[in-house]
């Protein structure tokens, strides 16, 4: 009897130590949705300390025709009429498979000052949520305009206990009439096989050496296609990639807003009322709550943040509203949505900066392939393209960034002028889908290579100017453009 009470005693005891086993930050912290008075704080607690290392076994995919239940052996990518099976080999599981980071309970809390300042403002301790991948989003409020700040991320099992913390700085947006000199970098196409670094990719540490006020990520964050038969499997291709150290340090430092495109969404190509069997347990739907889940995100996916008087950013949602790409093209085709499209062309014409930027998922310039459907530089969407190009030709000093290209490019509309940069892939492994000697009448740069694209406005001599950059991976800068206000 007493044998039985020790081993039930000890039983208790575990279960107690591991409900108040102290949780980690492998994931690391994303501070985003930056204005000149607020912010959103984004953390997620970690079982363990690190990653689940490379080398470990990775799921293995096979698949069956929907119709007949035959194997599918060298199948075409992203067949939508094939069923998917996972399987962890080795005995492995969604918690031991190379990259995996398991989420853990806890509570949390953020404290936050600018820096010099000598006492924090402190938000109120929240719980983790395990159903949305153990993640909670913190807004900061009343910030002031033009200011490096300093968080500091409290969390524990308990809230006061055995506490641990995580540091991050962030810089606030100026005020709306202060002319300040402005930069910020922009990356796409990120592809977890394709890194280029022990710890991840070159360009996170390139694009921190330039101290930029800001980030934005335009899409294909990550590649669901392949993996991501499921929920879970979806929530560990953010893990896998944002354990990565490179990552980790550069998004505790830099303010950052995200944009998702199809991969992150759902698989290539992808609409919200598309039919595939492909992604087997995993659908459009619960790809648009996760990536809300995964980064810090306000109310709404599409969004315009003004930074000082020379630069405003608008971001477009490319995938919420969009109708099927095989519909015929006409005026009831669309990739942003009337309520998107009327939004974007009121808030253009009440802006006055100087600079006005639309950073899209997708081009709209080009050129791009002809075979491909999905953006408004081919013919599939080309009514809402010509419209959307009449537009931003008729307003002074509009550029546009787009991601989704693996090649770096600066474009300019042979019909109405409106000038485009692509900022490539996030390394020279994932580059691809053109060449360097298909320069084109549209091109005024062009170079099928990884890295990223800055953009600094400044005054020069009294006068607003625009400079964008194009680097390599190693930080090399490729191309330089510059546009001066008028």
Known sequence: MKTLVALFNALIMSITLASCATPYMATGIKIGEVTDSEAIVWVRL??????????????QVSYTLASTGEPLVDMEYRQPDAVPAVEFPNGSSID???GAVPGAKGTVRVRYKPEGDTEFKITPWHKVDPKADFTQQFRLLNLMPARKYVIEVEYGARKNQNLKTLSGTFRTAPATDTIVP???TVITGQRYPDRDADDGFKIYGQMQSLDPDFFVHTGDILYYDQFAKTPALANWHWQRLYSLNSAVEFHKNVASYFMKDDHDTLVNDSWPTMETTFMGDFTFERGLEIFREQVPMGDKTYRTVRWGKDLQIWMVEGRDFRSPNTMEDGPDKTIWGAEQMAWFKRTVQESDATFRVLISPTPVVGPDRPNKNDNHANNAFAHEGNLLREFIASQE???????DRHWQYVSVDQTNGVKEYSSGPASDEHAGGWSNDMVLPEHT???VIGGFLAITVERQDRSPILIARHYGVDGEVLNEDRIVAH
């Open 445 to 447: 740069y062009l170079n």
């Open 46 to 59: 970690t079982e363990n300390e690190k990653r689940v290392d490379f080398g470990a076994p990775m799921p």
């Open 397 to 403: 000093n509009m550029v546009v960034i787009c991601g």
């Open 182 to 184: 402005v930069t910020f």
């Open 96 to 98: 031991t498979i190379e």
